[in-house]
């Protein structure tokens, strides 16, 4: 069958396959991988004793070489060979994953000096070579690789050179293909074809981002100056800029060119539209198969994706599972800092959560062996491991480590393995949802969302993360009781009438600062629409609360200071590829979410909104109590009527001393007209047993109340209902 297909059939849409089935041999030959988070126990080595010890559940494979890095019957020999391996894996019941670059490879003169783009290695492949798999990437093009590049607006490139932590790099380096470019587009698919064809179940394809400062090829010019087209209003394009003439206008530069927001937002659209076309080559072989990129999601500036344009909320709707590389250094492993601080990723994990609506996402976190880690001891390291995955698992993700697995993450593996039956099917829930958006950042706009997540969970107040597309299905909507706004400037008509709905609807909203002043495309509205709300046609200059048909809107003030507050932080002198702190931008950072370092001022802000949460819902919301280290997470698997309560506790030093609670309490809702059938605790990776508790109903509010002694780093109570 001849591999290639016509540039016209790459480009059409591919219906996306929803995969909710559990491992099997279907009747068409083709491997359904188990796509439920509940299943996936994520092992970096393929090897057989050491997934087995584990309890893993997914794995990495074997798959095709790059073009032109062999001939052509080595290729078919590794392709066999991968072929082979990968059916071995599927055979014995393992989803299989396999590693993609989309990256360019070259070798310069020397370690120090400046790449040029006739030194990677394509072009040698293009010369000599590309003949040998017109089956897979077609005829050869027109224009050859050096012109593939991302490049400024001075036609130099970005480069990158890896080495291990600890060595020196050498002459080898990595510059990135542009995904708008027809040329590059056509040979990534030709070689994630090639992927599938081996048998793997996906790729987590790494660096489908663009890097910062570029992309200014004509294809970018094209193409930017069309999405304009089909994204701008031109009626919103007078107001911004006074200018409707998309043909001639010039890609922006720096922060405050006309079409700036929409500039990152098109490089974010333009990622997304890659990985559409990744997969959909693909699945031309496999319709099952998944894809990822490797979209970052920490290292300096968390989830926002205003550089690197790894776009999580847009993402989540095109990719299978997201793979996010979201801690830099030791300081933001989860734990208990020298100061006594808790650092906790929660805030970026649960956002993760609902950027990709329940898929996995699979957090690769840092080095936790030397020399990032200087003389790590078995203490140590199983400690880390242990807070690392419960942190991941608490929220929905799962925990890939990056080299070895020590005792303590082997002991977490198996007790997931043995309570995967009520896993299976969960999803994280609360009555109280903050909303999150990147569109915030992207129009160089403040927003609170990962800090205020923080200072919930500080306040031990079980809560969930939306996304603007959660807001699209009323239903779903009105299982919440509170909604909060935590300052969003942009907000669309569309967003702002289905809150108007929600509150008329029985719902609660509680805004922070001036939101929804701007449509989606950082225009001023006329008249806000949440402001109906108010009764009011202009944001209160002090705290207001109304009633709204069944529900009630709460907004507090907020005026943004000068200082925006923006957080105080040391720029690390090896800064990594990933970017900038971001601190001289935005106050919503790892530095101050994950490390604590929320700025006083805002902080004093976020408090008042637990504390207006707490008044509107009337003692409504689950909460724990006796531990400032000790966070709560909330699932409901609806299919076997449970509620799953995840506890971890970050009382966990760098060097594995864990101090365990000496007593926590924990008020968890539940389900209207529904009792507690049986209570089943572990708080030491133990057998699960039947502990104590109370089914307490107030003023119409069911909740259970139980105190479980948390032995180590992490518990789960399994709650069954009738």
């Not at 309560?645 to 970050?650: A, D, I, P, R, S």
């Not at 101090?659 to 924990?666: G, T």
Request: hydrophobic share 35%; proline share 6%.
């Amino acid at each position: 069958m001849k591999r290639f297909i016509s540039t016209a059939l790459q480009f059409g849409a591919v219906s996306v396959i929803i995969l909710l089935f559990s491992c099997s041999i279907t009747s068409d030959s083709f491997w359904k991988p188990n796509t439920d988070w509940g299943h996936w126990r994520l092992g970096h080595r393929s090897d057989f004793e050491f997934l087995k010890k584990n309890n893993f559940t997914v794995t990495f494979g074997g798959g095709a070489p790059n073009f032109e890095s062999v001939s052509r019957e080595e290729f078919e020999k590794e392709m066999m060979e991968a072929k082979q391996f990968n059916k071995t894996y599927h055979d014995s019941g393992y989803i299989v994953l396999r590693y993609l670059s989309t990256s360019l490879n070259g070798e310069s003169e020397t370690p120090t000096s400046e790449p040029n783009n006739q030194q990677i290695h394509m072009l040698d492949f293009y010369n000599n070579h590309w003949e040998d798999y017109m089956d897979y990437i077609g005829p050869k093009p027109p224009e050859d690789p050096t012109t593939w590049i991302t490049i400024r607006p001075d036609g130099s490139f970005p480069y990158y050179r890896y080495a291990p932590y600890g060595t020196e790099t050498g002459k080898g380096f990595e510059t990135w293909g542009c995904p708008n470019n027809p040329y590059y587009v056509r040979m990534m698919e030709g070689r994630i074809r090639a992927q599938a064809e081996t048998g793997i179940d996906g790729s987590y394809v790494d660096w489908t981002h663009i890097p910062g400062g570029t992309c200014y090829c004509k294809y970018c010019v094209e193409a930017f100056r069309n999405y304009l087209k089909n994204h701008l209003p031109k009626d919103m394009a007078e107001k911004k800029y006074g200018s409707t003439d998309y043909d001639t206008i010039e890609l922006p530069k720096e922060q405050g060119d006309a079409y700036w927001m929409e500039f990152r937002e098109f490089r974010c659209y333009t990622v997304a539209q890659f990985h559409y076309k990744l997969r959909s080559a693909a699945r031309e072989v496999n319709p099952y198969f998944m894809i990822s990129g490797n979209v970052f999601g920490g290292f300096g500036y968390g989830p926002v994706a205003y550089d690197a344009a790894g776009n999580m909320e847009m993402l989540g709707e095109v990719d299978d599972f997201l793979y996010s590389e979201i801690q830099e250094y030791l300081e933001s492993a989860p734990g208990k800092d020298k100061r006594g601080i808790k650092i906790t990723n929660s805030p970026a994990l649960k956002f993760l959560a609902a950027a990709c609506s329940g898929k996995p996402v699979i957090e690769y976190a840092i080095e936790i062996t030397p020399p990032i880690f200087p003389e790590p001891t078995e203490k140590a390291l199983s400690a880390m491991a242990q807070i690392n995955i419960a942190e991941a698992f608490a929220n929905h993700c799962v925990f890939r480590e990056k080299r070895q697995t020590p005792e303590g993450a082997t002991q977490m593996y198996q007790f997931l393995a043995r309570n995967e039956n009520n896993l299976v099917g969960a999803h994280l829930e609360s009555n109280i949802g903050i909303l999150a958006s990147l569109k915030q950042y992207l129009a160089d706009e403040l927003s609170f969302s990962f800090s205020l997540s923080r200072v919930f969970a500080d306040n031990g107040i079980g809560h969930i993360m939306l996304v603007e597309r959660d807001l699209s299905d009323l239903k779903k909507l009105q299982k919440l009781d509170l909604i909060v706004i935590p300052y969003l400037p942009l907000l669309s008509e569309e967003i702002q009438n289905r809150l108007i709905s929600y509150v008329e609807l029985g719902g609660n909203l509680l805004i922070l600062g001036s939101s929804g002043v701007k449509n989606q495309y950082d225009v001023l509205y006329d008249k806000v629409p949440l402001l109906t709300l108010l009764e009011t046609d202009t944001y209160p200059k002090s705290f207001m609360q109304k009633s709204r048909g069944e529900g009630t809107v709460c907004y507090i003030p907020l005026t943004i200071p000068e200082s925006r507050f923006l957080t105080a932080v040391k720029q690390k002198e090896d800064v990594t590829t990933f970017g900038p702190a971001m601190a001289e931008v935005f106050p919503d950072i790892p530095e101050a979410y994950t490390r604590g370092n929320i700025h006083p001022d805002l902080r004093h802000f976020l408090e008042l909104t637990v504390d207006s949460a707490k008044s509107i819902l009337k003692g409504k919301y689950s909460q724990i109590k006796g531990s400032p280290y000790v966070e709560m997470t909330v699932m409901s698997n609806e299919k076997q009527n449970l509620k799953l309560v995840h506890l971890v506790n970050y009382n966990v030093t760098i060097d594995g001393t864990v101090v365990s609670p000496s007593e926590l309490n924990l008020n968890v809702i539940l389900p209207e007209n529904k009792k507690v059938n049986t209570l089943y605790y572990s708080g030491s990776l133990s057998e699960m047993e039947e502990i104590p508790y109370k089914q307490i109903t107030e003023n119409g509010i069911t909740m259970i109340s139980f105190s479980p002694k948390l032995q180590g780093i992490y518990g789960l109570a399994i709650i069954s209902l009738k």
